[in-house]
């Protein structure tokens, strides 16, 4: 009979996560030797290496990576064990990873994070920015509970649950000839420069898909990663980029907006977690109070429009 414990696999994913002994023996909170020691008595245990140690970093062994997998499911079981008992307590309670999105971060973070945590004291909530990829990966190994992204992602193994539809807007320098018109339409963008995100963000790609490849802005090519950056390149004169609606009350000269007009085009953000991940109550939870701190206007729920892919290229 095989006889070994939820902590050594907790120990072996460890040892997965970072692929270094030293790093996962930081992250469980013990000593190195005595997690190169429970990790030897579980390969006993299981008559079989777990990790090549030859290599710099360590990997997992074929064998090991399916040991691995299976570790992980049996540790999300276990978790749900916990979170059954929690249930039947009064109130939500324990520690919520939750990660983020970059361009998501200064427009949805501050709708709730303040009356969540008035309302869920005894919920920590641990946010951790990274990109979609990174996300679905950090999912996928139960390194977080669940992420907000921009959807549909199209993902057998992640769970989708749409909470806003954002609108598109245009932010135009002074002067700017789309200034005459009231809404911005799709051939306008395909005549006009446009300042991006750079490469590897979901907001990118959707604003590639309303105005083609990416035009030369005054013989300069500059792809930022922040969108406080486009916004200044605008404030001193230069072109035009596009932002999502949640951060139009940030823009400080209302006059130099213009809403997109042409197809109605949306950015869908959606909570989204593994579809056997834990922590569902405080998922639920998360979605309500970010729905009751949307300023007016915003949609939950899709009336008429085009969901732009966040994955296209």
């Not at 006993?44 to 064998?63: E, H, M, N, Y």
Request: hydrophobic letters at 40%; a neutral charge.
């Amino acid at each position: 009979m095989l006889n070994f414990t939820l902590t050594q696999l907790r120990y072996l994913v460890a040892v997965d996560q970072y692929r270094h002994f030293a790093k996962a023996a930081k992250h469980c909170a013990i000593s190195q030797p005595t997690l190169s020691m429970q990790l030897q008595k579980l390969e006993d245990c299981l008559g079989a290496p777990l990790f090549d140690r030859s290599k710099q970093p360590v990997v997992p062994t074929p064998i090991g990576c399916v040991v691995i997998a299976q570790a992980r499911t049996v540790l999300r079981e276990a978790d749900r064990i916990v979170e059954v008992i929690e249930s039947e307590k009064e109130g939500l309670r324990g520690e919520y990873r939750l990660g983020i999105i970059p361009t998501l971060t200064n427009g949805v973070l501050p709708l709730f994070v303040p009356a969540f945590a008035r309302s869920y004291p005894e919920v920590t909530l641990i946010i951790e920015e990274m990109k979609t990829e990174h996300l679905l990966e950090a999912l996928k190994d139960d390194r977080i509970d669940g992420a907000l992204a921009a959807t549909p992602l199209d993902d057998p193994q992640i769970e989708e649950q749409p909470v806003l539809y954002e609108r598109f807007f245009a932010y135009l320098s002074k002067g700017h000839p789309l200034l005459e018109k009231k809404s911005v339409q799709e051939s306008d963008l395909e005549k006009h420069s446009v300042w991006l995100l750079g490469e590897g963000h979901c907001f990118r790609n959707q604003v590639t898909q309303l105005c083609g490849k990416k035009r030369v802005q005054n013989h300069v090519v500059f792809e930022s990663g922040t969108f406080e950056t486009l916004v200044s390149l605008v404030d001193q004169g230069m072109g035009m980029t596009l932002l999502p609606e949640l951060l139009i009350s940030k823009i400080s000269n209302k006059k130099q907006l213009r809403e997109l007009g042409t197809r109605h085009a949306f950015r869908e953000v959606s909570l989204i977690r593994h579809r056997h991940m834990v922590r569902a109550a405080i998922t639920k939870a998360l979605q309500e109070c970010i729905q009751k701190n949307l300023p007016k206007g915003i949609q939950t729920q899709l009336q008429n429009g085009l969901v732009l892919d966040p994955l296209a290229s």
